[in-house]
Structure formats: C-alpha cells, structure tokens
C-alpha cells in the first residue's frame, strides 16, 4: 500500500523525467504516470511469489542429493524447517494472490526463472541467517516471520539476479524496487497465524489517493511558467540556471500542494519535501527547500491565496 510519500515519489520521478525532456504533452506525462504505478504493482506482487520460488528450489536441492550415488543420512532426511516456514506457506497457499498474479500476468515461469532462484537459493545457503534459522531450537510463527524479514532484507531485496531482472523488465522498476520492498516487508508484518492471506491494495482509499496523486502532477505541469517566475522573485539575484533541477521541481509541488490542496496542512507540505529532498537531491537541498518554502507560504498567506479547510492547516 502506497502513502502518500511515496506518491509524491513517484509523482517527482515523472515530472523530473518531463520537464527534463521539455515535453508538451501532459496528458502523455499523465498516462505514464498510470503504466508506472501499474508497473510497481506487478514488482510488489513478482516479489511477494519469490519465497515460494525458494522453497521449491530448495525442494529440488533435496530431491537432488537424495538421487546421489551414495547419500548421506542427511541426504536421505533433510532439515525441512525452512521449506516448512509458517509464512512462505502461508503465502505459497494464498488464493487471493494467486488469483490476482494469474490475473496480472505476474509468474516466474521458465527455465531462467529457475535457474535464478536455484542460484539465489544456494547463495542463501551460505548466508548466517539460514544457517542461524536452520539450527535455532525455538519454533513458532512469530520465530518463522523474524526469519522471513532477514531473509527478504539480506538475500531477496538485496538481489543481484532480481536487480538483473528487473532492470530489463521495465524501464520504471529499479526506480520502485525500495518502494515496493517497504510494501512487502509491511505485508510480512501484518500476516497473522490462521488467516487467510490477502495481498495489501496499491492505495489505502483509491479513489482519493488516485485523485491526489493525478492532480498533483497535472497541476504542477500546467501551473509551471507561474512557477517559475516565483521561485525566480524568491531567490535574491540567484539564476535559476544554478539551482539543482530537483530541487526546482520539488519547489514546484510543494507550491501546488499548498493553492491546490485545502486538506492537506501547510506544515505537512513543507516537511514531506524537505525530506524527500534528502534523499533525491543535494546535501543541502532540504535547507534550499526549507528557506524558499517559508517564504512562498508566507507569500500566499499574504496575497490569500492560500485556502485551507479545517483549524490549524495554514500553520
């Protein structure tokens, strides 16, 4: 399930992609948009069927060494706790996403699929939490779900082979691949012994988040010459040239948030693009940000043009 955070992600991703490319057309823009966050679906659900790739790869290392000429003991009665883990099973069982992978046409058939997850699987072999989870004399679901977000956050998410994958799968993963992993590691939390598993919605409230994540990027496209000229007044004899087009395109959804966006506080805005400024621009954006945000809220609240519903939203 997308928040907010990562719409307003994903929203910077296409806007910097457009204005960077001088496109025209925003409705392109728009339907990109679409295929994008329709994309990062199809990677929540590719990685959520990657335990049970691992269980039958471990499956098939089991069956192999009980074929050798001469097995051992341990061949011929191998440690089955992790093909027998609570929460792979769960989710190897889970009608519901299967049905909806079925349905989306996201599966790991083919002999390449296999052999990558018999490499993946061999290379967890080797990792210390296998090995720990494999010797540990506890049992329980709760001991089953402590492995499985080691084991997702060492060797799945961490992936050279899946990075491979889905680098040539679409242009648009390998930006999504840290969002969708947060999704799944979400999905494992939540999962509770007994129950039926159900994959998490791509949004908490879709026709809201639909409208707010659509909106913002269509308005900040259409509003964008005002933009300009307001963050040019704001900036004291500093070209525009200069400042880092991250940033200039971060200004400018925080400026559409605070005209176009009445629930949404002015401090909640400020604070969202100060921090995804951290981590997708420079190191020291989130105080360019801080600094020409205040002064473009204090603009509008002095022009009124700045109209939020509910007490405490202009603050």
């Given at each position: 399930?997308?928040?907010?955070?990562?719409?307003?992600?994903?929203?910077?991703?296409?806007?910097?992609?457009?204005?960077?490319?001088?496109?025209?057309?925003?409705?392109?823009?728009?339907?990109?948009?679409?295929?994008?966050?329709?994309r990062?679906?199809?990677?929540?659900?590719?990685?959520?069927?990657?335990?049970?790739?691992?269980?039958?790869?471990?499956?098939?290392?089991?069956?192999?060494?009980?074929?050798?000429?001469?097995?051992?003991?341990?061949?011929?009665?191998?440690?089955?706790?992790?093909?027998?883990?609570?929460?792979?099973?769960?989710?190897?069982?889970?009608?519901?996403?299967?049905?909806?992978?079925?349905?989306?046409?996201?599966?790991?058939?083919?002999?390449?699929?296999?052999?990558?997850?018999?490499?993946?699987?061999?290379?967890?072999?080797?990792?210390?939490?296998?090995?720990?989870?494999?010797?540990?004399?506890?049992?329980?679901?709760?001991?089953?779900?402590?492995?499985?977000?080691?084991?997702?956050?060492?060797?799945?998410?961490?992936?050279?082979?899946?990075?491979?994958?889905?680098?040539e799968?679409?242009?648009?993963?390998?930006?999504?691949l840290?969002?969708?992993?947060?999704?799944?590691?979400?999905?494992?939390?939540?999962?509770?012994?007994?129950?039926?598993?159900?994959?998490?919605?791509?949004?908490?409230?879709?026709?809201?988040?639909?409208?707010?994540?659509?909106?913002?990027?269509?308005?900040?496209?259409q509003?964008?010459?005002?933009?300009?000229?307001?963050?040019?007044?704001?900036?004291?004899?500093?070209?525009?040239?200069?400042?880092?087009?991250?940033?200039?395109?971060?200004?400018?959804?925080?400026?559409?948030e605070?005209?176009?966006?009445?629930?949404?506080?002015?401090?909640?805005?400020?604070?969202?693009?100060?921090?995804?400024?951290?981590?997708?621009?420079?190191?020291?954006?989130?105080?360019?940000?801080?600094?020409?945000?205040?002064?473009?809220i204090?603009?509008?609240?002095?022009?009124?043009?700045?109209?939020?519903?509910?007490?405490?939203?202009?603050?």
């Open positions: 399930m997308l928040n907010r955070r990562h719409l307003r992600i994903k929203v910077l991703q296409l806007l910097y992609a457009h204005f960077q490319s001088n496109e025209q057309d925003f409705i392109k823009t728009d339907r990109e948009l679409n295929v994008s966050l329709d990062m679906y199809d990677m929540y659900l590719y990685l959520l069927l990657t335990f049970d790739q691992l269980v039958r790869a471990a499956e098939n290392k089991m069956d192999d060494r009980k074929k050798k000429l001469r097995p051992s003991a341990e061949d011929l009665n191998p440690n089955m706790r992790f093909v027998d883990n609570q929460l792979i099973n769960q989710l190897s069982n889970a009608e519901e996403l299967n049905e909806i992978a079925k349905k989306r046409k996201v599966n790991w058939l083919g002999a390449e699929s296999q052999e990558m997850f018999r490499k993946m699987f061999n290379s967890i072999l080797e990792s210390e939490a296998y090995v720990l989870y494999m010797s540990n004399g506890e049992s329980g679901y709760e001991v089953d779900r402590a492995f499985v977000l080691q084991l997702f956050k060492d060797s799945v998410a961490n992936s050279p082979w899946l990075y491979n994958f889905f680098d799968k679409s242009i648009y993963w390998m930006d999504d840290d969002l969708c992993c947060s999704m799944v590691l979400k999905t494992i939390k939540s999962m509770k012994p007994g129950e039926d598993f159900s994959p998490l919605p791509l949004y908490k409230d879709p026709a809201d988040e639909s409208t707010f994540v659509h909106d913002l990027l269509r308005k900040t496209i509003n964008n010459v005002e933009y300009d000229a307001l963050i040019t007044d704001m900036v004291d004899n500093w070209e525009t040239e200069r400042i880092a087009k991250m940033d200039m395109v971060l200004l400018k959804m925080g400026m559409t605070l005209l176009f966006f009445q629930s949404i506080p002015a401090k909640v805005t400020l604070n969202e693009y100060i921090e995804i400024s951290k981590f997708y621009s420079t190191p020291k954006s989130n105080i360019f940000i801080n600094g020409i945000l205040d002064k473009i204090d603009k509008f609240k002095s022009e009124k043009r700045m109209i939020k519903t509910g007490r405490g939203l202009l603050d």
